[in-house]
């Protein structure tokens, strides 16, 4: 997946590239809309979702993006009907068993974050050889939210810190911020920077709740099977073009 050309983002105010963001996360939502506008089933949209994540994976990369995080399946989609979601796994298999090798040798990492129990055990054995096979990987780091749930992640957390208390291992008031950002799947990985979200919908829809803090939200009506690297330059010149300030006040 060779990087393509990207068109200049510049600062507003110096007309130079400004800093970041280092860190992308993506909502990717529009798969169904985007198959029924063409009256095809809604695999299809998975499909062309896929293609999309190559893309934007290259775009990454192009960008200087160190961390890719893209919200693959949540915990609520397992309420789906369940030939989709087994449309969906087999998807993810394939992606697993073709893209890895393409991924390693351009110098991605990949990770996955999620309950892994609820996967079919031959996903969970191809996501851990993907992981290992990558790990040593730099360029970018891609990890893929599967069967996750901010809010049931940051229950796991709170329950590991309860144990500690509960076993002697941990005192109480010892518990702070970092300590439980710790705990989290996100573990090693900075708080996103930038937020993206396809198809017009504005909300987080329970992703990285914790993590999103301080993170800018750029909502984009385009649908995620048509999301490419002339989008992903879009939403990093917004995000470049804004004042961050983390609860300060700057004159």
Excluded at 35 to 45: D, E, I, N, Q, V
Aim: proline letters at 5%; hydrophobic letters at 40%.
């Amino acid at each position: 997946m060779p990087a393509q050309p990207l068109p200049s983002l510049q600062g507003h105010a110096t007309g130079e590239v400004s800093p970041g963001p280092n860190h992308v996360a993506i909502i990717m939502d529009g798969n169904g809309r985007w198959a029924k506008a063409r009256s095809l089933p809604r695999g299809a949209g998975h499909k062309r979702g896929a293609d999309a994540v190559r893309r934007v994976v290259t775009a990454s990369v192009g960008l200087g993006v160190s961390y890719l995080t893209l919200f693959g399946f949540s915990s609520e989609n397992w309420q789906r009907p369940p030939a989709e979601v087994r449309d969906l796994m087999g998807l993810l298999r394939y992606y697993l068993e073709r893209e890895v090798a393409e991924l390693s040798r351009e110098g991605v990492r990949f990770r996955v974050i999620g309950d892994r129990a609820r996967l079919p055990a031959e996903t969970v054995a191809l996501i851990e050889a993907a992981e290992s096979s990558t790990a040593h990987n730099t360029r970018l780091q891609l990890t893929i939210a599967l069967s996750y749930g901010s809010r049931q992640e940051m229950v796991a957390a709170a329950k590991s810190l309860a144990k500690d208390c509960a076993e002697g291992r941990l005192a109480p008031d010892a518990i702070d911020e970092t300590m439980f950002a710790k705990r989290l799947f996100t573990d090693g990985i900075p708080d996103p920077d930038l937020l993206i979200r396809t198809s017009g919908e504005q909300r987080i829809s329970n992703f990285l709740l914790w993590q999103l803090a301080y993170t800018e939200l750029v909502f984009t009506e385009t649908l995620w099977p048509d999301f490419g690297q002339d989008d992903l330059a879009a939403a990093i010149e917004t995000f470049r073009n804004r004042d961050r300030r983390y609860g300060a006040v700057t004159t």
